[in-house]
């Protein structure tokens, strides 16, 4: 079974940065895609961001120009970089596959207040 192990949520001020990793332990991510979800209080879980086997990569609006993923296939580790953070970014935020869902993750949570 595909284990997703997510880190480096906390709380931070608006403006503020952080980078969240997403291992996946024992497994090869190399050959697909992979993204990063949310789900903030009381919301639907939602994309935010992925990237394909290749590099690509796409957000959704409510994020682009401020997140940014990437993947280290070799580290077998999915990366989001979150810049000026919102009150409305709150959220626990999950890594998966887009097209075939492995068994959700712990999430990290990430907390965006003054």
């Known amino acids: 079974q595909v284990q997703l192990v997510e880190s480096g949520g906390g709380l931070v001020q608006p403006g503020g940065s952080l980078r969240l990793s997403c291992a996946v332990p024992?497994?090869?991510?190399?050959?697909?895609?992979m993204g990063w979800f949310r789900q903030g209080p009381g919301n639907q879980l939602e994309s935010v961001a992925v990237?394909?086997?290749?590099?690509?990569?796409n957000y959704d609006a409510s994020v682009k120009g401020r997140f940014t993923i990437s993947r280290d296939n070799a580290k077998n580790t999915v990366y989001l970089q979150i810049n000026s953070l919102k009150p409305e970014d709150t959220a626990v935020y999950y890594c998966?596959?887009?097209?075939?869902?492995?068994?959700w993750g712990q999430g990290t949570q990430v907390t965006v207040s003054s």
């Open positions: 990237i394909n086997d290749i590099g690509f990569t």
């Open positions: 024992g497994s090869i991510i190399s050959p697909y895609g």
């Open positions: 998966n596959r887009p097209d075939r869902f492995y068994t």
